[in-house]
């Protein structure tokens, strides 16, 4: 079966960066549109970026445009999240999904339009 497993998450100061890594198994998803999803404490679900299948192509959400850098690399099934200029309001558990549907140039930003989700990661950033 499809499994996501995220690592990389941690406790850091404000203006860190950290590297999530986001393995996943049980099928090819070199043609999926891959992303990340965070959820803070008592919030909703939110995007926070997406990569094309290619990985030519990237989506970001405006609260992390310019500090976050989604990648991924097809030959080890994992896609990437280098977050950069942490704030503490980035602080939350970090989702790795990936969209089942092939070669799509449509960017997707609601959880519901997403097929598969990893367990999470948390980062936590202080001040």
């Known amino acids: 079966q499809v499994q996501l497993v995220e690592s990389g998450g941690g406790l850091v100061q404000a203006g860190a960066s950290l590297r999530l890594s986001c393995a996943a198994s049980?099928?090819?998803?070199?043609?999926?549109?891959m992303g990340w999803f965070r959820q803070a404490p008592g919030a909703e679900r939110e995007f926070v970026a997406a990569i094309s299948w290619s990985g030519s192509s990237t989506y970001y959400d405006d609260s992390v445009l310019g500090r976050f850098t989604i990648s991924r690399d097809n030959a080890k099934n994992t896609v990437y999240l280098q977050m950069n200029s942490l704030k503490p309001e980035d602080t939350a558990v970090y989702y790795c999904?990936?969209?089942?549907?092939?070669?799509?140039?449509?960017?997707?930003?609601?959880?519901?339009?997403?097929?598969?989700w990893g367990q999470g990661t948390q980062v936590t950033v202080s001040s």
């Open positions: 999904v990936v969209r089942r549907t092939y070669y799509s140039s449509t960017w997707y930003t609601r959880p519901h339009e997403y097929d598969y």
């Open positions: 049980g099928g090819t998803f070199s043609m999926y549109t």
